[in-house]
């Protein structure tokens, strides 16, 4: 969610409270139904199962929407219920030797946070619900401002075919107009089965002087219609018309360098068809127009790019294949979409399942750069990407034991004459887990890593990397205690070098449970590195030590304290320190 503080204006929020006080007066019949997204296909929220009509007084919605005793009991007999969650944390750190090298600043901070569910059933099948995330802290690692920090908002109501939200949302029109989270109005309709409606319009950033940003405003719609060809009503072709805008408002903040002013707009058609029953097929065709900067000195035309995807896939029984082809050009934008510009593609997948014993699936990608039109991109540079997965239950009747194993390659090579970009690297692993009836668990991997850089040996790697570790859940002193332990090493040679890079390492961590309500967690983690590079070598020693005492388990209401220390030994001891940190916890849902 965006991070900026959300601000409503007054005349909306009056409007608001107006409108929540009127359903709570309202006399209706109500009932809890499933909420989706219609217009993208995917949930919106699920509020259960259908639940038996019933009218409520202003008398039950008040009782019912102010009962916190009555935390857990989220029934139909219920109008509403505010529910939510609140922690308490405050830090004592303490740092000693090179402080710059340190996360941590010396002192004491705390840090509150509140987040807060409103839960109301209106008239028919419509249930409101708002969400509110408020943060209050002086650590300037987490927040720049120590004033109350309202970092989330947002409201809906929603019945199974409509949706209306305003605050923070998230839109998903497609992959190339929309796919990020903005503030402001979401509407979903459903007027029948066969159509869907989508409607957005809010803004994605804030303005921002030190950032050297406007703010943009976003605003777009979608359309869905479905054609459902069998009798069980399912839907067999979808096809969906969708257009989203980006502007920045150049006079919200005063004009500074580097603050330019985009327009950006973006249409696309996307639809997937079900071919037969095992063959299915989506796509999105979209064409965006681009303006770097409106108020810049120098007239630029806009720009203009397509880009395209298809995707069929095909299941049948214990066989799985997909294919996507990709293209967009150097020209297509979209700032609230996420495509990657410049790019051509085609990748297979396929998999099989070989009953209960095994499973193996291959993947090839193939994909270059520097399309027709390509202006910043001076050479193309071919990628070739292949993917081999395979998992391995070697003993019919016991799944505790897992084998796998893996391989990927990826060449690249490029088009210039001396082909600058020819770098291959492999990658080939396995692993090997096991359960034990008795409760003790254990795996090894190995794993081999190559870099060969054609066009400049001197810069390739190879690396060989080993990792080991044993657990188990036993019981001490007539209480619970679970461990694990973990070994890895990391032999890295590189060809500039002479020597080789190597680290190892140790972690342990487990937990005692000592009573029905309280627990101790530790963990001591030790990483010790003998680089080939002189005075580079180090070594880092981290442990903690927390009790998780339970206050009251229906509100799962926890008080936690925690003791951390973090010592960094260096080779050139001025770039030494030491952290420490005692951390008190109160959390708690209500």
């Known amino acids: 969610m965006p991070r900026d503080l959300f601000i409503m204006p007054r005349s909306i929020l009056r409007r608001t409270i107006t409108v929540l006080f009127m359903f709570f007066l309202s006399d209706s019949s109500v009932h809890a139904l499933n909420v989706y997204y219609v217009g993208g296909g995917g949930a919106k929220k699920a509020a259960g199962a259908p639940a038996e009509k019933r009218k409520f007084t202003f008398e039950d919605r008040a009782r019912d929407l102010f009962d916190l005793k009555a935390y857990g009991e989220q029934t139909d007999e219920r109008s509403g219920w505010i529910t939510g969650n609140v922690s308490e944390e405050v830090n004592f750190n303490a740092v000693d030797g090179n402080g710059a090298k340190s996360f941590l600043r010396r002192g004491v901070y705390q840090n509150t946070e509140v987040n807060t569910t409103v839960f109301e059933r209106l008239w028919e099948d419509y249930e409101l619900e708002s969400n509110t995330f408020v943060r209050k802290t002086d650590d300037r690692r987490i927040e720049s401002r120590k004033d109350v920090r309202l970092k989330q908002f947002d409201v809906s109501l929603a019945n199974e075919k409509n949706y209306y939200g305003f605050g923070d949302q998230y839109g998903d029109l497609t992959p190339y107009t929309l796919s990020n989270s903005f503030q402001g109005f979401d509407v979903i309709m459903q007027p029948s089965d066969s159509l869907s409606l989508q409607a957005v319009s809010g803004r994605s950033q804030s303005p921002d002087q030190p950032l050297q940003a406007y703010l943009r405003r976003v605003n777009g719609g979608k359309l869905d219609y479905l054609i459902p060809f069998d009798e069980k009503g399912e839907s067999e072709l979808r096809t969906g018309f969708q257009g989203i805008t980006s502007r920045d408002d150049s006079s919200t903040i005063d004009r500074v360098d580097g603050a330019m002013a985009i327009n950006n707009t973006v249409v696309s058609v996307d639809g997937a068809l079900k071919i037969m029953k095992d ?56 700032d609230a979409g996420s495509v990657m510009a410049d790019k051509q593609q085609h990748e297979w997948m396929t998999s099989y399942n070989f009953g209960k014993m095994a499973t193996l699936s291959l993947t090839e990608n193939y994909y270059w750069d520097h399309l027709k039109g390509s202006e910043f991109v001076t050479k193309r540079t071919y ?13 019919e009747d016991n799944k505790r034991v897992r084998v796998s194993g893996y391989f990927n390659n990826r060449a690249a090579n490029a088009d210039d004459p001396g082909n600058t970009g020819e770098v291959t690297n492999r990658t080939t692993g396995t692993s090997l887990t096991h359960s034990l009836a008795n409760g003790m668990n254990y795996n090894m991997k190995y794993e081999y890593r190559e870099s060969v850089n054609d066009y400049d040996p001197v810069r390739s790697d190879f690396y060989n990397r080993l990792g080991f570790g044993v657990g188990d859940d036993i ?34 961590t487990g937990q005692y449970f000592f009573s029905a309500a309280g627990k101790f967690k530790f963990g001591h983690n030790v990483q010790a590195a003998d680089n080939a590079r002189p005075r580079s070598d180090y070594v880092i020693n981290r442990s903690y030590l927390e009790l998780d005492f339970l206050i009251e388990k229906k509100r799962n209401a926890h008080f936690v304290a925690r003791v951390e220390n973090n010592n960094y030994i260096h080779d050139v001891s001025n770039n030494e320190y030491d952290e420490s940190r005692i951390i008190t916890k109160v959390i708690s849902n209500f």
Do not use: C, H
């Not at 064409?287 to 720009?303: C, L």
């Not at 332990?485 to 972690?507: C, M, Q, Y």
């Open 279 to 334: 063959l299915k097929l989506s796509y999105e065709l979209a064409r965006s127009e681009y303006v770097e900067d409106e108020k810049s000195r120098f007239i630029r035309d806009p720009a203009y790019g397509t880009a395209f995807n298809i995707k069929p896939d095909l299941r049948m029984g214990p066989f799985y294949a997909k294919y996507l082809y990709y293209k967009a050009d150097p020209d297509f934008y979209t």
């Open 383 to 395: 990628y070739d990407e292949q993917y081999v997965n395979l998992s391995l239950y070697p003993i």
């Open 475 to 508: 019981e001490l002193f007539s209480k619970r205690f679970q461990w694990k332990t973990d070994l890895t090493s990391d032999i890295r040679n590189p060809r500039n070098e002479d020597d080789e890079d190597i680290k190892a390492g140790i972690a342990v």
